[in-house]
């Protein structure tokens, strides 16, 4: 069993944040199916992803004039803060650690980011676009 389903639609609708989550939730399935050696290099590459992906975003927010930047790029930074506290342990050996944070804490918190704060963001984008189309 993985953590995340693919064929559950988590699609918010603008093609390169959902690129991007399908990376995302791809590289959290790897982490649950890793073994203890490959695990911290596996979480190394999801938290690049993450920190990227979130930088992506911050872009498309400043570009397009979202009125909740500040909230969406504060969580943007409370959840990297996080990832780097686990990935300290990790680092360390605490695999245990690394392991509960992708089993319990991301899948939850991915879900309510997409479906509250990515999806306000994508809907913000298309609306922008159609306005600049006409």
């Known amino acids: ?7 559950i ?7 390169h944040i ?12 790897q982490l649950d199916k890793a073994n203890n050696t490959d695990f911290p290099g596996l979480f190394a590459q999801l938290y690049q992803h993450t920190e990227e992906h979130f930088e992506s975003e911050n872009r498309l927010m400043a570009q397009f004039g979202f009125p909740a ?7 943007h930074q409370r959840v990297l803060e996080e990832f780097k506290q686990f990935k300290t342990r990790i680092d ?34 298309k609306a922008q676009q159609e306005l600049q189309d006409e």
């Open 1 to 7: 069993m993985t953590i995340f389903d693919r064929t």
């Open 92 to 125: 360390k050996g605490l695999i245990s650690f690394g392991r509960a944070f992708v089993k319990e804490r991301l899948p939850q918190w991915f879900l309510l980011h997409i479906t509250t704060m990515d999806s306000a963001l994508a809907s913000h984008i």
């Open 69 to 75: 930047e500040t909230e969406h790029k504060g969580e």
């Open 9 to 15: 639609p988590l699609s918010v609708g603008y093609a």
């Open 18 to 29: 959902d690129h991007d989550h399908g990376i995302f939730i791809d590289l959290v399935n």
